[in-house]
C-alpha cells in the first residue's frame, strides 16, 4: 500500500517547485522592460519595475530550485533523514525571502502617493510627457505641481488645457497599486506554499522516526518478522 504521508509530500513538491520556473520567468520576461526604451503605453510599468526587486526573484528561484533536489534523495532513502533536515531549513530560508519581498512591496503601497510623487520629480521631461499620454493627465499634482506644472504636449497643450484634465497622482497611484497587489499577493502565496512544504517535511521526518522506533522495539522484542 502506497505511503500517503509520502504521496502527499510529493505532491507538495512538485507544487513547491514549480513557484521556481514562476519566479524565474517573471523575472526574465520583466527585466528587459526596465532598461527598454518608454511607451504611452509601457512608461508606468517601467517605472514600477525599476523599483522593484527582480534580483531577488532569481535568487529565490536558485534557491527554491536547490532546495527541492535536496528534498529528493530525502524522500527516497527513509533512513537518510539529514536531506529533509536540511530541506526544512532551506524552506524556511525560501519562505523569509519571499516573505520580506512580499512585506516591503506591501508597505510601498501604504505610501504609494508620496514614493510615486518621489519617482515623478526624478523622471526627465520626455518621461513625465510619456506618462502624462498614458494616464491623460497634466503634472503630477496638477497646476498645483513645482515648476514646470507640466509637460507640454499632445495631451497637455496648454495651461487652460492643464485646468480641465486632473493630476497625475490619481490615475497613476490607482495604476500602481493594482500592479504591486498583484506582485505582492503572489509572493504571499508562494510564502504559503512554502510553509505547507515546511510542514509536510516536518510530518514525514516524524513519521520516519516513529516507524525507526518501532523497528527498534520489535528487534529488542524479537517480535520482527512475526
Known amino acids: ?4 504521508i ?14 521556481g520556473p514562476l519566479l524565474l520567468a517573471v523575472a526574465v520576461i520583466f527585466q528587459p522592460g526596465m532598461s527598454g526604451m518608454s511607451s504611452t503605453v509601457s512608461a508606468a510599468t517601467r517605472l514600477l519595475l ?10 529565490n528561484a536558485g534557491l ?18 539529514i536531506f529533509l533536515r536540511i530541506s526544512s531549513w532551506l524552506l524556511l530560508a525560501c519562505a523569509l525571502v519571499s516573505l520580506a519581498v512580499g512585506l516591503d512591496i506591501w508597505y510601498s ?3 504609494t502617493r508620496s514614493n510615486l510623487g518621489v519617482m515623478w520629480a526624478m523622471q526627465t521631461p520626455v518621461e513625465q510627457s510619456l506618462l ?3 494616464f491623460q493627465c497634466c503634472g503630477y499634482l496638477g497646476l498645483n505641481s513645482t515648476a514646470p506644472a507640466f ?6 497643450t496648454s495651461v487652460a488645457t492643464a485646468t480641465e484634465l486632473v493630476g497625475c497622482v490619481g490615475p497613476f497611484a490607482s495604476f500602481a497599486n493594482s500592479f504591486l497587489d498583484i506582485v505582492f499577493t503572489s509572493m504571499f502565496g508562494i510564502v504559503a506554499i512554502d510553509g505547507i512544504m515546511f510542514l509536510c517535511t516536518l ?22 518478522g512475526i
Do not use: H, W
Not at 6 to 19: K, R, S, Y
Not at 50 to 59: C, D, E, G, I, K
Not at 64 to 81: D, E, N, Q, Y
Not at 151 to 156: A, F, G, L, N, R
Open 1 to 4: 500500500m502506497a505511503n500517503k
Open 6 to 19: 509520502l504521496l502527499t509530500f510529493l505532491a507538495f513538491d512538485l507544487l513547491f517547485l514549480l513557484t
Open 50 to 59: 525599476q523599483n522593484t526587486p527582480l534580483t531577488v526573484a532569481f535568487f
Open 64 to 81: 527554491i530550485f536547490f532546495t527541492f533536489l535536496v528534498s529528493i534523495p530525502g524522500a527516497i532513502f527513509a533512513k537518510k533523514r
Open 109 to 111: 503601497t501604504l505610501q
Open 132 to 134: 502624462q499620454q498614458q
Open 151 to 156: 509637460q507640454t504636449d499632445s495631451v497637455c
Open 203 to 224: 510530518v514525514v521526518l516524524k513519521d520516519r522516526a516513529q516507524k525507526e522506533r518501532y523497528r527498534l522495539i520489535d528487534d529488542k522484542s524479537g517480535l520482527r
